[in-house]
């Protein structure tokens, strides 16, 4: 994700959109018109995933 943003800004945004690379347009967070609640519900997702993420590693790093 961060390679996509930094080729953003090295580029213009009609190009970018001539590459498919137009990340922003689906993003809530860029986008005045998102229902809402749904960023928070993706955030709440990321919460999820992260620490599903977190108690994995922990368990793997566990010594038995």
């Given at each position: 994700?961060?390679?996509?943003?930094?080729?953003?800004v090295i580029c213009s945004?009609?190009?970018a959109?001539?590459?498919g690379m137009d990340w922003w347009v689906n993003?809530?967070?860029f986008?005045?018109?998102?229902?809402?609640g749904q960023l928070e519900a993706?955030?709440?997702k990321l919460d999820e995933r992260l620490a599903k993420l977190e108690a994995s590693s922990r368990h793997?790093?566990?010594?038995?």
């Open positions: 994700m961060l390679s996509i943003q930094i080729r953003l945004v009609d190009k959109k001539e590459m993003n809530p967070v986008c005045s018109q998102a229902p809402p993706s955030l709440g793997e790093a566990v010594p038995t």
